[in-house]
């Protein structure tokens, strides 16, 4: 008789009772197997957790420095945020954009600036009028570049500004970023993002908390907040790819993160290098691998490269515009999962 045999052979011998205490305990334990958070996989996401932060490599830095040449103000025109389109850069300053070849060589600008103040702003006249002269990160989708736009007055005021991509022109279209109703319009316009996706943008106030903004990408108009499960504060950049919303932030550690959008679980990826002198973390790009496609783009969330912005000052000058060691590093970083 095969071990089976055996097996089912006892089982016909025990009591009705004895039976019926078995196929309990039987479907207690499959069950619990079942409730069990999986630790491998994100218990709202059907793609797998990622590996932890160490996974992630530095594997370039690029320096954009404001006199180099000089006078040309290289770096300064790429202080507040990234994008890219697959092929472009776009950057943005304070007060415009600009494009970028793959080689990051400059192709077009909306502004410019010559001390001490010959400043010509790619904000509209209206709204600069009306005191919005800062523009944050931005992001790009469908030829439109969506740059976050405030006032330096209190940054009480958020504004998202759509450019085309084509050009840097202003496309008329401006909408009026509300946060939360429990705090509408604290500095809600550091940055926004982009999920296309979900036909959603997202948003944070920079100061400590535990919520994102939700709006809907049609109109920007709120539409609820996603609860983290980890405070983070003074976000200046942010990207989505799949159902990872990733972060650069200014704060103690210098570190960037990424919150899941299913479930709020909020990640350390890694903390940024750390040059003498004075620093300050703007924006963040994200940018797929040849090797990603779009059935498995929603679980890829490792296979993309980023970019993070740093202002170094190795002075202590305030970032003087003046200062010929003031410049930009942006610090590219790759998943050690796929090599270099």
């Known amino acids: 008789m095969s071990p089976v045999e055996k097996v089912r052979s006892n089982a016909l011998r025990l009591s009705p009772c004895l039976l019926l205490a078995l196929a309990l305990a039987m479907h207690a334990t499959v069950q619990a197997a079942t409730e069990r958070p999986q630790l491998a996989r994100d218990v709202t996401s059907p793609c797998p957790r990622s590996q932890p932060s160490a996974e992630w490599r530095l594997t370039e830095e690029k320096q954009f420095f404001l006199h180099d040449p000089p006078n040309s103000f290289t770096g300064l025109y ?11 850069w ?14 990051f060589r400059s192709v077009l600008r909306n502004s410019s600036f010559r001390p001490p103040k010959n ?37 009480t005021d958020g504004h998202v500004a759509l450019y085309s991509a084509s050009d840097l022109s202003f496309t008329g279209t401006v909408f009026d970023l509300k946060g939360s109703p429990a705090n509408p319009k604290n500095d809600v316009a550091s940055w926004v993002a982009v999920d296309a996706t979900r036909n959603r943008g997202f948003g944070k106030e920079w100061q400590r908390g535990t919520t994102l903004n ?11 907040t996603l609860t983290l499960d980890r405070a983070l504060e003074r976000i200046q950049g942010a990207k989505v790819h799949g159902v990872w919303l990733y972060m650069a932030a200014d704060d103690a550690t210098k570190s960037v993160y990424r919150a899941n959008l299913l ?3 909020v990640e350390e990826l ?21 090797s990603s496609n779009g059935a498995r783009e929603e679980c890829d969330d490792e296979d993309v490269d980023l970019y993070v912005e740093v202002v170094v000052d190795p002075d202590h000058s305030g970032q003087d515009p003046t200062n010929p060691h003031v410049h930009v590093s942006l610090y590219h970083y790759r998943s050690a999962a796929r090599g270099d």
């Open 214 to 224: 939700v709006y809907n990408l049609s109109d920007w108009s709120f539409q609820h």
């Open 270 to 290: 890694f903390r940024l290098p750390t040059p003498s002198g004075k620093r300050e973390v703007e924006g963040i790009a994200v940018r797929p691998t040849d």
């Open 263 to 265: 479930s709020g679980h």
């Open 119 to 155: 400043l010509v702003p790619g904000i509209p006249a209206s709204l600069f009028a009306r005191g919005l002269d800062h523009i944050g990160d931005i992001d790009y989708h469908n030829g439109i570049i969506y740059a976050s736009l405030d006032t330096t007055q209190g940054y």
């Open 78 to 88: 790429r202080t507040q945020g990234i994008a890219t389109d697959g092929r472009r």
């Open 90 to 103: 776009f950057f943005s300053w304070q007060y415009g954009l600009e494009i970028a070849d793959e080689s």
